[in-house]
């Protein structure tokens, strides 16, 4: 759910997935290109600033609760639940320069205020 500065919501953006995955298994990032990378379950989402679906790739061994990274380049790296590295090239430049465009903020960038 996306929400205004005055706390209204904003929109609101439903995966396919079951409660436990998300309380145990969402993870996302942010990138530069206002998108946001959503892995939940087996798929991971690419989800716009409007709140529409851009794309989705399906993982078939499925993302685990570890923090996804995205490179300067833009390839998003997400750890799989059968222990391997799934790198998918986005159309972001990196991670959005806000201060929590990732799990765990921003202490690479600097841009937290």
Not at 45 to 67: C, F, H, K, M
Not at 88 to 108: F, I, K, N, Q, Y
Request: aromatic letters at 8%; a neutral charge; charged letters at 25%.
């Amino acid at each position: 759910m996306a929400v205004r500065r005055d706390g209204s919501r904003a929109w609101g953006f439903g995966a396919s997935a079951t409660r436990t995955d998300y309380k145990r298994f969402a993870t996302h990032a942010v990138g530069r290109a206002g998108v946001i990378y959503l892995a939940v379950g087996r798929t991971l989402y690419a989800v716009g600033e409007d709140g529409r679906q851009r794309w989705t790739l399906a993982i078939p061994e499925g993302a685990n609760a570890s923090a996804p990274v995205l490179s300067p380049d833009g390839d998003l790296a997400l750890h799989t639940d059968d222990d391997r590295l799934l790198v998918v090239a986005t159309e972001s430049a990196g991670a959005a320069p806000s201060a929590w465009p990732l799990t765990g903020g921003d202490a690479r960038d600097g841009n937290a205020r």
